[in-house]
């Protein structure tokens, strides 16, 4: 019994090291092909956010360890440079509401000195349409400023573009042609509700005031001069008159 034993221990302690070996291998294997793998990069903004190199061209180009090169989006700008240039806002920029567009394009981009603007989301949803007017003459072959204001609502998660089209009075599709920039909807903070619309009350509307007000009715003849008068906000919060010169010469005269 004494000769077994030995030989049984040399076998347990066999069946050990190789089960160790196993574990080793299998270990390995797992940081290999999981722990040590790169994360997954499909496109430039994936790029960027895993920590690889940006080559700072125009478009900018991300490259991976591997070699692969992801260049940003910015739309078709290049190709319509000669058509069409937008200051603001740029490829790719942060936007928010109210958003103005500026920028320059030739004449014949214009049609009566204008052309729509439209804003998409990711899933080409128009969210907001506006027009860019000229900012002097247009019946011209070379570049003129333009002007136009979006207003829409923030979206929090997705991307959009921005879509400057060619005016096309005709509706031909071979007159269609259209600068596209991509852009991202910024989150402001939580802003203060904002004040009350000023509104003109008073038994004559002869008051500016943010609510409505009780007075009695008698009528005097300068509370006619109120009828063509502005009823606003002013910089001090209070609901006033805006006193033109017109204003005060009409009330001076009634007086």
């Known amino acids: ?99 103005m567009v500026k920028g320059m394009a030739r004449g014949n981009w214009f049609f009566e000195a204008s052309f729509p603007v439209k804003l998409l989301d990711s899933g080409g949803n128009e969210i907001a349409r506006g027009v860019a007017q000229a ?22 998660h997705d991307g959009g573009t921005l879509l400057l089209e060619k005016e096309n009075p005709s509706e031909l599709p071979e007159h269609t042609d259209a600068l596209r920039i991509p852009v991202r909807f910024e989150m402001l903070a939580a802003q203060p509700p904002a004040a009350k619309t000023c509104i003109v009350t008073g038994c004559s509307g002869q008051i500016c005031a943010d609510e409505e007000v009780i007075t009695t009715c008698e009528f005097r003849a300068e509370y006619a001069c109120y009828k063509n008068a502005r009823c606003e906000r002013q910089s001090s919060e209070k609901c006033e008159w805006i006193e033109t010169e017109e204003l005060r010469a009409c009330v001076d005269k009634a007086k």
Do not use: H
């Open 1 to 99: 019994m004494s000769d077994e034993i030995p030989g049984g221990r040399r076998q347990k302690g066999l069946r050990q090291i190789i089960i160790g070996v196993v574990v080793l291998l299998i270990a390995g294997a797992f940081y290999f092909l999981g722990g040590n793998q790169e994360p997954v990069v499909t496109n430039f903004a994936e790029c960027t956010a895993a920590g690889f190199p940006v080559m700072e061209s125009y478009p900018r180009q991300c490259r991976t360890q591997e070699g692969q090169t992801f260049r940003e989006d910015i739309g078709n700008e290049l190709e319509k440079d000669n058509l069409i240039r937008v200051s603001n806002p740029r490829p790719n920029a942060a936007i928010t509401s109210p958003l």
């Open 135 to 156: 900012e002097g003459e247009w019946m011209t072959t070379e570049f003129v400023p333009f002007e136009a204001m979006l207003t829409f609502v923030l979206f929090p």
